[in-house]
């Protein structure tokens, strides 16, 4: 059989670090990084006698997560130990949630480019995060960093709905979207805030049952999660061809061989023992205190994109593009204010900004301008004040720089020449040196006014206004 008969089935396990200032079960701050062991007390050591107590924003911004993502949630829940040994996590168990999740049953929606597609998730639930190994690179041993231990995660589990690694990949940059918009991460992947423990499968098409699934934890970046899932699901299928059985495993990711290794086998025969922990009381949450976090949500994405198709008139691929990030949302909501111009103000964020962040491999939040200054880039265009060619230029000194678009103009003497006798002069120039091209014009071949005007441009370093070359131009070439 080919590959083509088969299908890949993926699920994701998504933790994302809640940004409360405080741990979930201390007062120890959140912040990342910072002198190992800094940001510790005897609750995140787990000494004897030490007591958690539960942070309650880390229920409020949990219970925001859910109904974000439109899950229905726990008005009675608990937390549950989850028993096995590691370094980084001294108490021996991890504080999570087993039966009583805080919220469940929920689902986002999905866009690939060939329509919507609902992805389930099965439930969200709060859990501490562990500490830190640093492995010494001189052999010395592996040293203990617990300031991450006790830093509040939300875990979103979700159903195996997802059937490609660019599903998967639109589906964690939905996520990742959400929980930007209703602030409760700053999920930065680089820091680890966002990461995915990724479970691929697969099967024959048209069967039922699903393949046994590997799992690689801890994936940190798009790109690793996306050709982690092609390389492992290809290497499940031939090993299926090849008349071999798939293990269940977990597996870890190399982004330099660009494969998969085995880390360690029968995951299940791993026994958590759960058992609810009898330090903290169960969470019980009011009508009430769920509508008021419902009542406090803004808007989110779906609601932003119909209002741009609305109000301003966007096309369904603009205004999706736009939402697709608070941070690409704002910059166009701060910059219409000032220019007035939806549509342009779309163009430049979906084409030239777009461009810029993908070859400087950037995200939306690293964008160094604000959407005042894109305002007023869009409207020195409007103005007739730059050329769009010469505004592709200040765009790269905004990434630069974060100067002014006026400021940038000033200094690098890029303002347009709009003078009509200067345009005027150029125009001459450039047609008593190009007789061939006035000859064809007038038999009829219209690129040559196109040529013309491009060597006039040349000739002013792209400073002439392109509408009244156009205009010089053809006035006379009809003489
Ligand atoms: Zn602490
Ligand atoms: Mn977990």
Redesign the pocket.
């Known amino acids: 059989m080919a590959k083509e008969d088969y299908e890949v089935i993926i699920g994701l396990?998504v933790?994302c670090e809640l940004s409360t200032k405080t741990k979930i079960f201390c007062s120890c701050p959140t912040e990342f990084g910072g002198e190992p062991n800094l940001h510790c007390c005897p609750v995140c050591m787990a000494l004897p006698g030490s007591l958690p107590v539960l942070n309650e924003k880390v229920v409020e911004y949990a219970v925001k997560a859910g109904l974000a993502t439109n899950c229905s949630i726990a008005k009675n829940s608990k937390n549950d130990r989850k028993n096995y040994f590691y370094p980084d996590l001294p108490k021996s168990y991890q504080i999570?949630q087993f039966d009583l999740p805080l919220c469940y049953e929920g689902q986002v929606n999905i866009d690939i480019g060939d329509g919507e597609k609902t992805i389930r998730i099965e439930r969200i639930h709060i859990?501490e995060d562990a500490g830190k190994l640093n492995h010494d690179d001189y052999g010395r041993g592996s040293f203990v960093d617990l300031n991450r231990a006790g830093v509040p995660?939300i875990?979103v589990v979700s159903k195996p709905d997802l059937r490609s690694s660019l599903e998967a990949e639109a589906y964690l940059r939905k996520l990742k979207s959400i929980f930007e918009y209703i602030e409760i991460s700053d999920c930065k992947m680089q820091e680890g805030s966002l990461r995915a423990d990724v479970n691929v499968s697969v099967r024959k098409k048209g069967t039922e049952k699903l393949g046994t699934r590997t799992e690689m934890k801890n994936m940190s970046s798009f790109r690793s999660i996306v050709r982690a899932i092609e390389y492992e699901a290809n290497r499940q299928i031939e090993v299926i061809e090849e008349g071999g059985t798939i293990s269940q495993e977990t597996l870890r990711w190399d982004d330099v061989s660009g494969k998969t290794f085995s880390m360690r086998d029968k995951e299940d025969a791993q026994d958590y023992r759960y058992f609810p922990d009898p330090d903290l009381a169960p969470i019980i949450l009011s009508d009430e205190y769920i509508d008021n976090i419902r009542i406090g949500l803004p808007e989110l994405p779906e609601s932003r994109k119909k209002r741009y198709l609305n109000d301003y008139e966007l096309s369904e691929k603009a205004s999706e593009f736009v939402t697709s990030s608070k941070y690409y949302s704002n910059l166009f909501e701060d910059a219409i204010k000032v220019c007035n111009n939806p549509k342009s103000a779309s163009n430049w964020i979906m084409s030239d900004i777009a461009r810029i962040l993908n070859e400087k491999e950037q995200e939306p939040d690293e964008i160094p301008f604000s959407g005042e200054n894109l305002g007023e880039l869009v409207k020195l265009i409007d103005d007739g004040k730059i050329s769009s060619a010469i505004a592709k230029k200040v765009l790269v000194e905004m990434f630069e720089t974060n100067k002014k678009p006026s400021v940038i103009i000033e200094e690098k003497g890029w303002i347009q020449i709009s003078d009509e006798g200067a345009i005027k002069e150029v125009v001459l120039k450039i047609l008593s040196e190009n007789p061939q091209s006035i000859a064809d014009y007038k038999a009829g071949k219209d690129k040559a006014l196109g040529f013309l005007v491009g060597q006039a441009m040349k000739e002013t370093k792209g400073k002439a206004n392109p509408q009244m070359l156009n205009k010089l131009f053809i006035d006379e070439l009809k003489k």
Do not use: D, T
């Open positions: 396990e933790h999570s859990e995660l875990e």
